[in-house]
């Protein structure tokens, strides 16, 4: 089946500095990759949408110069946390999909980033 | 936007026992996904459904499209210790669109 790796699962950082968390997919080619964002106890909610070879798309409230997202290949995306604060720690999420969504959409198994 | 609401927003019941969580949406789906996070993990697809009163079985789990289009249910047989997380509904919310909306979630704990 589908897989995706998602690295580091933890990272500690101190505040002010830049963080990147990468999403690849193993086994297939991801057309599209989204990254998500997890507070404790609540629900998924997306930050963006990457394509490869295109710029991302944020929804809205996301700071594009916050989160930066690369999606140079079909198979590699990043996410990268700049000039983190305490208030980005957070529970990261890639999820990646192929051509034909209608198989779902696979799921990294997310980076727990804490900020100090 | 889209919302979907799921209920209930936490479950305890002892091994064993059947679990019934449902997911409603303000507006219509056209797919509906059931995903089950583990702690510290990224949520795990356990059954896709793509037809209006489609029926699905994955193993113990069952889902259902509900006729209205705004609604899904997931039902778990036999509850055992590993049942144990989050459980999401999930779905795009416009044919197309390949955004998942994320429903609010259901806590299932068991107790011994």
């Known amino acids: 089946g589908a897989v995706v790796s998602q690295h580091p699962s933890r990272v500690i950082c101190k505040s002010g500095t830049s963080v990147k968390i990468e999403c690849r997919s193993l086994?297939?080619?991801?057309?599209?990759m989204f990254w998500y964002r997890q507070f404790p106890k609540q629900s998924l909610m997306l930050m963006a949408t990457?394509?490869?070879?295109?710029?991302?798309?944020?929804e809205q409230g996301v700071e594009k110069d916050k989160f930066l997202i690369n999606h140079a290949s079909l198979t590699l995306s990043t996410l990268t946390v700049t000039s983190a604060h305490p208030e980005d720690s957070s529970f990261y999420i890639c999820?990646?999909?192929?051509?034909?969504?209608?198989?779902?959409?696979?799921f990294g198994s997310g980076t727990r980033l804490t900020v100090v | 936007g889209q919302q979907l609401n799921q209920s209930p927003q936490s479950m305890f019941i002892q091994e064993g026992e059947d679990v019934s969580m449902n997911c409603t949406s303000s507006?219509?789906?056209?797919?509906w996904l059931w995903y089950k996070q583990d702690p510290g993990e990224g949520p795990v697809l356990l059954i896709a459904?793509?037809?209006?009163?489609e029926l699905t079985s994955n193993g113990r789990l069952t889902a259902q499209f509900g006729i209205t289009r705004k609604d899904s249910f997931l039902n778990i047989s036999a509850s055992i210790p590993s049942d144990v997380g989050i459980y999401f509904c999930?779905?795009?919310?416009?044919?197309?669109?390949?955004?998942?909306?994320f429903g609010t979630g259901t806590r299932l704990t068991i107790i011994p």
């Open positions: 086994d297939f080619q991801a057309t599209t």
């Open positions: 990457s394509n490869e070879g295109s710029k991302a798309t944020y």
């Open positions: 459904l793509y037809k209006a009163g």
């Open positions: 999930a779905g795009p919310p416009n044919f197309g669109n390949e955004k998942l909306t």
């Open positions: 999820s990646a999909a192929g051509a034909r969504f209608i198989y779902g959409y696979t």
């Open positions: 507006s219509i789906f056209n797919t």
